[in-house]
């Protein structure tokens, strides 16, 4: 089974949209036949997602350092719960257990997971699909300060293409079955030869 890599909130936040969509996510990856990858969380939407994928039937991979098994409250009801040393053997884990990455609402954390894994596909150290769900356009300001990030010559347009945005969790896994990896390393090397 292929897996994907979700990161999102371990709080719930205000919107009921959030929940609706972790619940929409869980069911396009049972349909789809995709194993769940995430942070391992009882808690949240981490949490509510992860309980509506094994509720329908799907296979749950939870990774979490031992320092936050309790203030996250780990998920013991999963396929599999893989506790490990720290943050940074976290989210290698997951980057490697993964064949695609999907962020949903969060803070901080989720914001900085994201972040990485895009950073590594931009320096060619992966070449699996990322994306963006914008639920109920909670990331509309992310996605216009990616835009004036391009404007302003700091991100590549070929690098913001790395990110793909969508406000539907089936209509984002089939744009991950027809994506194809960029040529990254000819990009790295033409922009050294600068
Ligand atoms: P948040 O989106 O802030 O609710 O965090 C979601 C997930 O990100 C949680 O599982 C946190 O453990 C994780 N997280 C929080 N801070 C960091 C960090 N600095 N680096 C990596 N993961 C983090």
């Known amino acids: 089974m ?9 709080s719930t936040g ?4 959030f929940g609706a969509a972790a619940q929409r996510l869980a069911e396009a990856l049972v349909n789809h036949d ?6 391992g969380a009882s808690v949240g939407i981490m949490g509510a997602l992860a309980n509506a994928v094994m509720q329908k039937g799907g296979e749950v991979t ?6 936050l098994l309790r203030r996250e409250i780990g998920n013991h009801h999963l ?8 943050m940074h053997e976290r989210k290698a884990a997951m ?3 993964a064949d695609a990455f999907i962020a949903l ?10 972040f990485e894994i895009l950073t590594w596909a931009q320096l060619g150290f992966h070449h699996k699909p990322v994306g963006l769900l914008n639920v109920n356009g909670y990331y509309d300001h992310l996605v216009a300060f990616l835009a004036h990030s391009v404007d302003k010559g700091l991100l590549k347009p070929e690098h913001r293409e790395l990110l793909l945005v969508d406000d539907n969790a089936d209509a984002l896994l089939e744009r991950f079955v027809d994506w194809k990896s ?10 050294h030869q600068l």
Do not use: F, H, R
């Open 95 to 97: 980057a490697d257990q």
């Open 62 to 67: 939870g990774i979490i350092p031992q320092a």
């Open 34 to 39: 995709l194993g769940l990858v995430y942070g």
């Open 105 to 114: 609402p969060g803070g901080m954390g989720t914001l900085e997971e994201l």
């Open 14 to 17: 205000n919107d009921p949209a």
């Open 182 to 191: 960029p040529p990254l390393e000819a990009w790295l090397e033409a922009s």
């Open 2 to 10: 292929k897996k994907i890599c979700v990161y999102c909130a371990s």
């Open 79 to 86: 396929t599999e719960l893989q506790i490990v040393d720290s």
